[in-house]
């Protein structure tokens, strides 16, 4: 086993992490080397700081290194791992990693869509110009373009305007909510419902 920082019975390391994590783990790197342990409550995690191992890692042994535990928020996002992010690396991954890279990501399909992002970044740029005085706040300009341009992928041009709007008004705060359920350190299930 490497060597990590000791932690406390049943939590682990967890009580001693910090909100500047990267900094927390590379002062560690510096003090235990580039391959360091340490146990988030009962779960032993392996944390690796070097670049070219990293590097080895994920080029030479990739289907060693590719399963990882799937937390509870991962699950349930994710319909129990029905999707590339959070499904094990077996033959189900692979298939829905060849419909995505093929249906979705191929040279032609993105070709075919061109002009429906391009006229999506359009429209918002003409928006912005037209509140030259006004704030923006940048984060939801970019979701708005992303969405904007996924929909439009989607179902083409037949959804525009209000409609528009009032899907990307519901869907923003459901993603933000998913993004933070995903990322919390602990989350609770109770009876079917679940708080983070």
């Not at 094990?88 to 061109?114: E, I, Q, Y």
């Not at 083409?156 to 919390?184: H, W």
Request: proline share 5%; with cysteine.
């Amino acid at each position: 086993m490497p060597p990590g920082p000791r932690g406390l019975p049943i939590v682990g390391y967890l009580p001693f992490l910090r909100p500047d994590m990267h900094i927390q783990f590379t002062e560690l790197a510096r003090k235990y080397g580039p391959i360091y342990k340490l146990w988030l409550g009962t779960k032993l995690c392996i944390v690796i700081s070097s670049p070219s191992i990293i590097k080895e890692m994920v080029r030479d042994h990739d289907t060693v290194f590719a399963n990882r535990d799937s937390t509870v928020a991962g699950r349930i996002c994710s319909y129990n791992g029905n999707d590339i992010g959070f499904c094990p690396c077996d033959s189900g991954w692979r298939t829905r990693r060849k419909l995505f890279v093929h249906d979705m990501l191929s040279n032609s399909s993105l070709d075919a869509t061109f002009n429906l992002r391009k006229d999506e970044v359009r429209k918002a740029i003409r928006n912005i110009h037209t509140k030259i005085d006004a704030r923006v706040k940048i984060c939801e300009l970019v979701f708005s373009i992303s969405l904007s341009a996924i929909m439009s992928m989607v179902w083409g041009n037949t959804v525009e305007g209000e409609k528009k709007d009032r899907i990307g008004a519901s869907f923003s705060p459901l993603v933000a909510r998913s993004f933070r359920f995903v990322g919390s350190k602990r989350v609770r299930l109770f009876s079917g419902s679940c708080q983070v």
